[in-house]
């Protein structure tokens, strides 16, 4: 794995967590070092700790980090790095960054700027695409940018609408307009998010289709005039416009629809003298007609289930072709083995319409990785999850020689995936999963708001053995105290005191017998395993079924206090900053009324009225961080102010 052609001892890797962690093996399996940047609060973190060098660039907010370019740039000359990999987001798409690389002497670790920028501007990309024959979507990708002319178009094109920021990705900047009633607010939250994600609010609108499903082509150019592709992959399952669950190949695509999809990601890729990594991204129709959507010039998140079914490493490519050499293989010489599902785990709420959150994590276990099953994540148990990036834990991959059986394994693997300390959609996961119309394939960007009842049951009661289960790991956990207590001196206190109130974990397997609780008479004997956590205030018991959280009796003296004012007003879902604010005091509002947007975990959320009232006062102006469940805005009734 010598690197043959290259002189480049250290390259810097100007991004942070799962991404950065995973471009630093590569490195040091081809024996390069790793120089890492770090904001304030990242100081502590994974990628830090597994890097030969780092050194700190700023802030939390990654404006004055992870995007300050000069920055960057000043510890690529301190640290000698004579390379950047730019990772995926910030920075990696960012033209004037390759630019300002290559004017220091730099390599990018990437495209020319040109392909970026051609591919970037999405104006751009839909003309070049359509010469070159690749077929596009019907929009308007056009110069002028008020609002009226944007209205016009998507009246003429037909509601509904696809807004979308001309620059990016990731589901940033972009918004369903579903009427011209609402284009304007969706235009205006559209822009805000792009200005905040990529300094530029420029938009173009698109023929939104219905039930399209997401499918993209990973291709790879060489600075020798060679392209080829690496099959494709089916992202359709989303939520807020952003990736859940991805697969390669993409189920029922015959080898004839692969086929043309491959050579038209191959002439896009062509069309712009593309070189290193980049992903052609198609929507598909119910009849496999598919049309071009952009292409992101980087590597993409779901990457690791291509390399899996190619048995490929994805970045050892990217660094070889940055060093000159020609592609590792050639089309004729990449194979399609087996199935693979990247299933990504966040901390959010699912039951909240996916509400990022942040936190520690308290409890971290993961399925053991083998050949088969990869876990690419940039923490560890105890780190924070900050509000200040993408709430990304980590990405499940698992390969196996066929779909259903892959899927199996995901399923299998997600239950052994246990965290606590935070909200996360490990749960959300299993029941998509084994969803019915999932398992058969039958997937589109609609997939989520179409199953919503299937995929959101109603809560039932807690089934009688969780609650055995529950009553099983207290017993555990105070025989485990007892036992401690009486085994240790009083100068040496027991190892589980130091846990006590923060978490237990129990491992048991063992035969339970549930029983009537008035006559005595057996109900059911069971034969269970599994894991239980003890927090502050309720168990978390990790079974094959899923998770469950039994709450624990609160004393009276803590129940009466409780937060005083939440019902008066307007609180903070999530920390986060505040970016705009409506109202004032003495503004009238109605229920609904938008009353001000919070940015947080990189994401825009609007803050509105619970209730009709009127504004008493505004606690926080724009700018100022907010506490989670901090009140935002206090108001009176309507009523009361009448009187």
């Known amino acids: 794995l010598a690197w043959k052609c290259f002189w480049v001892k250290h390259i810097l890797i100007a991004n942070r967590g799962e991404i950065a962690c995973r471009v630093m093996r590569t490195a040091k399996k081809m024996g390069v070092k790793s120089v890492a940047v770090y904001s304030e609060a990242d100081r502590n973190s994974m990628h830090v700790a597994m890097a030969d060098e780092a050194f700190c660039i700023g802030p939390a907010p990654s404006q004055q980090s992870y995007l300050a370019m000069e920055k960057i740039i000043q510890v690529a000359r301190v640290s000698a790095a004579q390379a950047v990999h730019p990772g995926y987001g910030f920075l990696s798409e960012n033209t004037e960054f390759a630019e300002l690389c290559k004017q220091e002497g730099i390599i990018f670790i990437g495209p020319p700027s040109s392909a970026i920028r051609d591919m970037g501007i999405k104006s751009t990309s839909k003309a070049i ?207 399609l083995r087996g199935h693979a599902f990247e299933a990504r785990i966040y901390a959010e709420d699912p039951n909240n319409n996916f509400m990022p959150g942040a936190g520690p994590l308290l409890h971290l276990s993961t399925p053991p990785p083998d050949s088969f099953t990869r876990i690419e994540t940039g923490v560890r148990q105890g780190d924070e999850v900050s509000v200040h990036y993408d709430p990304m834990i980590a990405k499940l991959v698992v390969w196996a020689e066929d779909r259903q059986a892959a899927l199996r394994k995901l399923r299998y693997s997600l239950h052994r995936y246990n965290i606590v300390g935070l909200s996360t959609n490990i749960d959300f996961l299993l029941s998509l999963s084994g969803h019915p119309q999932f398992e058969a394939g039958n997937v ?80 059911k004997n069971m034969c269970t395993s599994g894991i239980i956590l003890l927090t502050h205030m309720s168990l978390i018991l990790f079974l094959q079924e899923g998770s469950a959280q039994v709450g624990l009796p609160v004393p009276k003296y803590l129940s009466a206090v409780s937060s005083v004012g939440m019902q008066s007003g307007a609180v903070a879902p999530m920390t986060g900053t505040v970016e705009k604010v409506f109202v004032k005091a003495g503004d009238k509002v109605q229920i609904g009324d938008p009353l001000m947007v919070m940015i947080a975990m990189k994401m825009e959320h609007t803050i509105r009225a619970p209730k009709a009232g009127v504004i008493k006062k505004v606690n926080f102006q724009e700018g100022a961080q907010a506490n989670r469940h901090a009140p935002l805005v206090e108001f009176v009734d309507e009523e009361a102010e009448s009187k």
């Not at 990594?277 to 598919?290: K, L, P, W």
Request: glycine fraction near 8%; include cysteine.
């Open 444 to 523: 589109h960007t609609n997939f989520i708001p179409q199953h919503h009842d299937e995929l959101f049951p109603t809560k039932k009661a807690t089934p009688p053995e969780v609650m055995c289960q529950a009553a099983l790991g207290l017993i555990l956990k105070e025989k485990m105290q007892t036992d401690a207590f009486r085994d240790q001196s009083d100068d040496k206190f027991s190892p589980f005191a130091s846990s006590t109130g923060r978490r237990i974990n129990i491992c048991y397997t063992r035969k339970l017998s549930l029983l009537d609780g008035e006559n005595g008479k057996l109900i």
């Open 129 to 335: 695409m359509s010469a070159a024959g690749v077929p596009v979507v019907e929009g308007y990708h056009g110069e002028d940018q008020s609002d009226e002319c944007l209205k016009d178009h998507a009246k003429r094109i037909g509601y509904p609408v696809m807004i979308k920021a001309v620059r990016g990705g990731g589901g940033k900047g972009m918004r369903i307009a579903h009427s011209e009633k609402e284009f304007l607010d969706q235009l205006e939250s559209a822009r805000r998010e792009a200005k905040k994600s990529f300094n530029d609010d420029a938009m173009l609108i698109e023929k939104f289709v219905d039930n399209p499903r997401h499918v993209e082509v990973q291709v790879f150019g060489d600075q020798h005039g060679n392209a080829v592709h690496l099959f494709e992959r089916d992202c359709s399952v989303q939520r807020r416009h952003q990736k859940i669950i991805e697969e390669a190949p993409g189920p029922g695509i015959n080898s004839e629809v692969r086929k043309r999809l491959g050579e038209a990601a191959v002439k896009a890729a062509k069309a712009v003298n593309y070189v290193g990594a980049g992903t052609v991204e198609f929507i598909m129709d119910s009849r496999h007609n598919f049309y071009f959507m952009e292409m992101n010039t980087r590597l993409q998140v779901e990457h690791p289930v291509t390399e899996m079914i190619t048995g490929t490493d994805l970045v050892e490519w990217q660094l070889r072709v940055a060093a000159g050499e020609k592609l590792p293989l050639m089309q004729e010489e990449i194979l």
